[in-house]
């Protein structure tokens, strides 16, 4: 996962395949970066061309920690592959889900 700032929030670049072989990793990254104070985090799925029932539970266990503390978790940029994946698990009513970068950074005030 690469993360980049724009200002007050994080944008996780989440990796090409999110499944359960780099679920620690992208887990403890992803925690890492609330715990370390991040109160709005954008997950970034624009190079992910597959995302596994691991995959999400990462995303959602992200969204609930931020929630939790009072920020935020949105999502941008999914392909029509993993947008699908997340129509059929119910994701979409869970998450707030951007077309772009642009607009999900618009949501935060941007």
């Known amino acids: 996962m690469e993360i980049r700032t724009i200002g007050d929030v ?3 670049v989440m990796e090409s395949k999110f499944d359960s072989s780099i679920a620690k990793d992208e ?3 992803l925690i890492g970066l609330i715990q370390g104070g991040a109160g ?4 970034d799925l624009s190079g992910t061309e597959y995302i596994s029932s691991a995959g999400l539970r990462i995303l959602l266990l992200g969204a609930k920690t ?12 999914l392909r029509p592959y ?3 994946i997340f129509e059929t698990a119910g994701f979409t009513r869970i998450f707030d889900i951007y077309d772009s970068e ?3 950074l618009k949501s935060f005030g941007k």
């Not at 709005?40 to 997950?43: A, E, L, M, S």
């Not at 931020?66 to 940029?77: I, K, T």
Request: with cysteine.
């Open 102 to 104: 642009k607009d999900a």
């Open 10 to 12: 994080k944008i996780a």
């Open 82 to 84: 993993v947008h699908e």
């Open 27 to 29: 887990e403890a990254a």
């Open 40 to 43: 709005k985090v954008i997950g």
């Open 66 to 77: 931020l929630q939790a503390s009072g920020g935020r978790f949105v999502l941008c940029c």
